[in-house]
């Protein structure tokens, strides 16, 4: 396996990523995508629209980034999104209490200690700071929030917040997307957009950065009557690490069904089972590489208090901090790599509206057609106030208001000739008469039901990265060794480069600008390069995971050859001298992911090339 | 002209935008855009990215949102980016200061007046509160900076600001992206992303906001080597409105073109009027209304000073605060509506990279190879430190510094016995024989310069915003008022949707169903409505800009047209029965903007229906 440092290095490189404001020193956790990572990263945000938006019949909509504090209030952020902090008495360094603990003791979910326990275990195993090793014991561990905070507005304006989701950009809109979707579960929104988490110490590359992207779908749906279509993905194969796995000493992932998980209820909910299998062939599309990724299940302590079932894609990556081990000198490479979440899928039930309903006072529901009116009966007071109001003065209205509460909890308290409500902790004697108790027959044609959610949430960031440390390659070509991205064309920044071998001869650059504008007018995205060696040219494109090369030559314009060019493909290496005017045609059809022709399409029409010109 | 408020009220039902946090009350300045406003927003994003990314051979990138100030002590935002703000002693409310003069005086431009000045403004003409009409006079001015601010990681942290242009995350990696350039001028890069300014009373509706998104292109030139390719637009016909015919009480924009206006100067610089001609053609491609729109020139007060000449792009829209006139009743609207800014074209110099360097030690040069090695001769001293040493103790090297300079300032001084050079105020005199006086003679190959940047800036919303207002048409149809939006298919957030007339007959809905998988299948993005009246389903995609809809009724199942369908076209209302074989190709081709095939070439081949099926 590539260690993550040898893909952060080609990434910089090559104009994937880099850490950002680097002309002043860096500021940790947040990173620049350079042009190709920039037009990695569009083409997986398109991959996700397509099969989340567009192919579901979900909206997506675009909500701002700052957001003010009551939707915070209302979520649960202000108060519950934070991480335990210790700060080094010496060096002034702060560190992540629960991240120290795990790694120095065999407490696993640290996370979810309270904070005096972490604070006891720190003294406890003698912990002390990875900067400068003084001892922490006795430190107070904090809680730190995890959103930036800023203010809206001149003088000292009202608090507003990054959003820590974009998630809060859906619900707290719902009142306004119901009318889009009129008024019909289940439908589901959807967005792309920046979030921002204050990380306490983002030090593991670009894994746990400060400012990411997030692709989220929010499915509102009825949990009595909506059903997903189970049944597009219930033979979808998908590797699952179930909590009882991970509790077991001897517990693995294993390889089964969605329909097998769910039918023996190892996956808890119907939904979020769908969306793993839904999820699962976007994540081969895109080029996970599947041997390197597992469905995890949150273990009870993982769960947040309002889930019902929550599963995580993760995916495998070189360990971070291990110097390259490939090349042969430094420190090995460890087995294996770290497992880092690329997705959550939650069923997060009414959580989200509830809360927002209560926060808001605005109405956070659906209203719900019954197949058939239904008759029921519905007990109601209707007070006379003419007495009332003499009798109890200013508590009159809620007498009132307590009788009705009385007459829906307990009919069966008129029969008496007095009633006894409570107001303000005072009894209150009522005649029967003066109540006017009955019963009425309504007719009702629906209710109105909170929606529940259920979110599968990626982070767009972590998924380039799994795609381009997945496509990581390095082998032998002609004697020499090479490093390539065997990146799925769909997600390379480039589809094809053309290189004119020499740039002093006007025919053979006329046939290159020819070539150039035959591949663009057939929908590719074509880099021309006519700078250094034809060699030091394949492997630029080959490390910026271009999926085929076109060299215009001497050959092509006078010599054995006229009109060809020579393709080559990036993972095999191998080359082919085609005619001018079947190069955008034959290219196209290798870059179609509905048609299957590989390579050898073409070294079985065109002649092979034995050498490639790289060692030219 | 609409007003503004009747295209707001639309964006709203339509789901094309509306103000964010709505249940909570809102937040002035901050806007979501609903399902049909974010793919029209990311249809021009799309067209943009085209346009100024990939036909121009740039680099788009992707920087974080979050800066650290270092980067803005550089930029000046720090200290330069504030707005001149007055509170209300009665109600707390903040106005900006300089509107308000502007607003009420002859003033003009206040913005560019000094505090003092702003202040006596508002005691002279007695200015008041807008909100209370409480009396300003004798209130302070103060200049309020408009950046985000938040503070990166835990405890006192470090401060970060929103970025309030996504340029300087360009700027700031310049370093870096020229390598991706290989070193060679010019090269553009550009980006698409929010950008963020904390005004003071935002509340122009959507065209002054907290969070908006800008797209941006920095070309960086050689100001002495590189010209752009004039001759690609110099016959492109632009209006333009110089600060001269401004600055003229009988002065207006006039029509001429872009060669005209450089070669007769009015376009100070060949880079920006390029630009000029370059946008002019994607302003029509996307659907601005090039009646309502102009080049203006920047006074000469209202240039940032590294800027040598700059333009505004504005396009005209409904006032805003006036109540919808076209209904009839109510205010009458204005004659003229506002004019406001939808890019920024500027010159900016060297002014950015410069300021950069100079901030962070690092270098923001390109090396300029020369054409051929120039031998040049170099004054150079060799003192000998064995005898400045004794001589001047602590101050030896800093003699030795002043001597080269020296040595480069004036040569021929070193002809004379002694020479004398001045160090922190003393004249030191030292021996010439001491400072070992040479002429080298040096080849070299080129030099290290500091790129000039134009910079063309869109902002996004403002465009979304006025292309819609500017495709707002109202019509009779069938005895009967409609709105519709007449967007350029390519604008439009669907392309076609498709009504089954009724929803219980299963052939029908099988029908439509076929139908919309064949236009899907083509590649169009389409809508499925099968709820409420025909005449409903046409006013509501009317009211979306969808261009195209086709109904599948019984005739098409049973009756005198098996297997044909009804299509209608937004803007005529013209209906036309069309095979259903037939109905992807048609639509496909209608909407190919390379294809200049109108709704007449199916009125030629089909049938066309008299009478609309909305009436029914």
Known sequence: MVAQEDVIELAKRRGFFFGANGAYGGVAGFYTYGPNGAAVKDNLESAWRDRFTVRQGNMEIEAPTIMPEAVFEASGHLDGFDDMLVECPECGESHRADHLTEDNTDIEEAESLPVPEVEELIREHDLRCPSCD??????????????????????????????????????????????????????????????????????????????????????????????????????????????????????????????????????????????????????????????????????????????????????????????????????????????????????????????????????????????????????????????????????AGAVADALQTLAERDPDAFDANEVEVEVDGDEMTVDSDVANFSVETVTENGEHITPHVVEPSFGIDRIVYTVIEHAYRTDEVDDEERTYLALDPEMAATDAAVFPLVSNDDRLLDLADEVTGDLRAAGLSVE?????????????????????????????????????????????????????????????????????????ALTAAYDEIETGVETA
């Open 134 to 395: 003084a001892a922490l014991s006795g430190e107070p561990v904090e809680e730190f929030n995890l959103m930036f905070e800023t203010s809206i507005g001149p003088g000292t304006g009202q608090p507003g917040y990054l959003r820590p989701e974009t998630a809060q950009g859906i619900f707290v809109e719902f009142p306004r997307l119901k009318e889009y979707a009129r008024n019909r579960l289940p439908f589901g929104v959807t967005q792309i957009g920046p979030a921002y988490r204050n990380e306490i110490s983002p030090r593991k590359g670009i894994i746990r950065v400060r400012e990411f992207t997030q692709a989220e779908l929010e499915t509102f749906i009825d949990p009595e009557e909506d059903e997903p279509p189970l049944h597009e993905v219930e033979d979808v194969e998908v590797t699952l690490y179930p909590a009882t796995e991970q509790e077991d000493e001897e517990g693995e992932a294993y390889t089964t069904t969605v329909g097998e998980a769910i039918e023996k209820g190892v996956i808890g909910s119907d939904w979020v089972g769908y969306y793993l299998g839904v999820a699962q062939g976007w994540y081969e599309r895109v080029g996970v590489d599947m041997d390197r990724f597992r469905f995890r299940q949150h273990l009870p302590g993982e769960l947040a208090h309002y889930a019902a079932d929550c599963w995580d894609a993760e995916s495998e990556v070189g360990a971070a901090g291990i110097a390259a081990g490939s090349s042969g000198d430094g420190e090995e490479p460890r087995d294996g790599g770290d497992w880092i979440e690329i997705t959550g899928f939650a069923y997060r039930s009414d959580y989200d509206l509830s809360k927002h309903a209560e926060h808001s006072g605005e109405s956070f529901t659906v209203f719900k057609q019954y197949d058939e009116p239904k008759t029921v009966e519905r007990a109601a007071v209707d007070p006379d106030m003419a007495t009332l109001g003499p009798e109890f003065g200013g508590d």
């Open 528 to 600: 021309y390069d006519d700078s250094g060696s034809i060699g030091r040219r394949y492997r630029r494109q080959d490390e910026v995971g271009t999926p085929f090369c076109v060299t215009v030559d001497r050959d092509g314009v006078e010599g054995d050859d006229p009109d060809t060019v020579t393709v080559r493909e990036r993972d095999s290496a191998r080359q082919v001298r085609v005619p001018v005017r079947e190069v955008a045609d034959e290219l196209d059809a290798l870059l179609d992911p509905e048609d299957d022709r590989a390579f050898d």
